[in-house]
């Protein structure tokens, strides 16, 4: 049955984001898609070129019709980072309450779907397109606050926490229905906020099509392990650094691919060792071939409660490549790889055990089953039309 979907996300292509390849797909399935977006500026900071101040506005996307609302860019700073938070989540509310934001037939939209990354605050045009409209939201819920803010150093006792626990749970409230991408958010929902676990639904990550099972890694008598993602604190990837330095005289390269706040630091730290490349961050269509030259992917968080609780979608995408995972990381994440029997994780923010672990890969003798496990978990668990059959009965649902 076709659906009129108004979708409310902050970030969107051409940012490397996975909500384009959503939206792409519900067209593709018989959908009318509208995307209310932002200035595309996302991880360095910088609107890209091209976009802004009147440029590319609306435009139409492999059938999504897309709306830029005016956002300030991220930069820098915390200043500059709240301004960007708050500046599309008015510019957004203003729009969606507009009489600009209807369906092609001039009527409101059957549904909103608000993908929620950071900030919370991004879902207000969709809390205010309901009140307006009398119509569902369904939230599908990627970063979960206030819990992101403990991660970036805010303190539960202080005011900006108590602020914006009081933002995040008036927002969350006002769902029909939130999805969520790891296991543990649903008893946080129910037990922060008092939303029943009914209204809670588990739907992890996929990874996009392009991401395919590949042959091994021919490069012999060197061992290469990759991270390919974000790299902000929240990340750890200093833990990958780290293990490099004690891994310096063994036959092992680390390949860093993505970009993000926490970058320039990161070179600082890994430009002096041998055994470390830098690639920056990589259009998707060129990730497959990154992903052919390693032997491993690796993942790492920091060591903190609420990063425990979520599942990173680089794991979807490093397992549907069908490679072994290597990792320093606790809860959700060391749960996959070690049910999904695919690598080897240890603690979070460990490079002693990181290190330890690379090499019991190296020694392992089967190191193509840890493959082979990665891709089937990948494939019984996550993949593309599993996600979407699950999305689209969610959306119907709360019609």
């Known amino acids: ?32 898609v509208h995307v209310v977006t932002g200035y595309p500026n996302y991880p360095e900071g910088d609107i890209y070129s091209g976009y802004g101040k009147g440029k590319r506005i609306d435009e139409v996307i492999n059938g999504v019709k897309v709306h830029r609302c005016f956002t300030i860019p991220r930069e820098t700073g915390a200043v500059k980072r709240l301004l960007n938070y708050y500046s599309y989540s008015i510019s957004s509310t ?23 990354l950071s900030p919370v605050m991004m879902a207000e045009a969709a809390v ?12 599908y819920c990627l970063d979960l606050w206030p819990e992101s803010l403990i991660a970036g150093g805010v303190t539960r006792n202080s005011l900006v926490y108590k602020t914006f626990y009081d933002v995040s749970k008036r927002i969350y409230m006002q769902m029909d229905k939130i999805l969520v991408t790891s296991k543990p958010f649903v008893t946080y929902f129910n037990n922060e906020f008092g939303i029943k676990k009914t209204k809670v639904k588990y739907l992890p990550q996929y990874a996009e099509d392009i991401f395919k099972a590949f042959s091994s890694k021919k490069r012999e008598n060197v061992f290469d392990f990759m991270f390919a993602g974000n790299i902000g604190s929240a990340q750890s990837v200093e833990t990958i650094i780290k293990a490099a330095e004690i891994l310096k005289n063994e036959p092992v390269m680390f390949h860093i691919v993505g970009g993000g706040s926490d970058l320039n630091r990161i070179k600082e730290m890994g430009n002096r060792l041998d ?20 032997d491993a992917m690796l993942i790492t968080l920091e060591a903190d409660p609420f990063l425990s609780m979520t599942l990173p979608g680089k794991v979807q995408s490093y397992m549907a490549a069908g ?55 990948y494939m019984y668990n996550f993949q593309k039309n599993i996600f979407m059959d699950k999305l689209e009965s969610e959306l119907q649902k709360v019609i």
């Open 1 to 32: 049955m076709k659906k009129r979907i108004l979708v409310i996300c902050q970030y969107y292509k051409p940012e490397p984001f996975r909500i384009s390849d959503i939206c792409e797909e519900l067209v593709s399935r018989g959908n009318e």
């Open 94 to 116: 203003v729009y969606s309450v507009s009489k600009k934001c209807v369906a092609d037939n001039g009527k409101p939209f059957d549904v909103v779907f608000c993908n929620q």
């Open 323 to 377: 490679k072994p995972i290597i990792g320093a990381a606790d809860g959700a994440t060391k749960d996959i790889i070690e049910t999904a029997q695919c690598g080897f994780c240890g603690k979070a923010e460990d490079e002693i055990e990181l290190a330890e672990n690379i090499r019991k890969f190296i020694e392992f003798d089967d190191k193509v089953l840890l493959g082979e496990n990665s891709r089937r978990y």
């Open 128 to 139: 205010m397109y309901k009140k307006k409209y009398k119509v569902p939201v369904v939230m």
């Open 275 to 294: 055994n470390v490349v830098f690639y920056g961050r990589k259009p998707l269509d060129e990730m497959p071939e990154f992903y052919a030259k390693a």
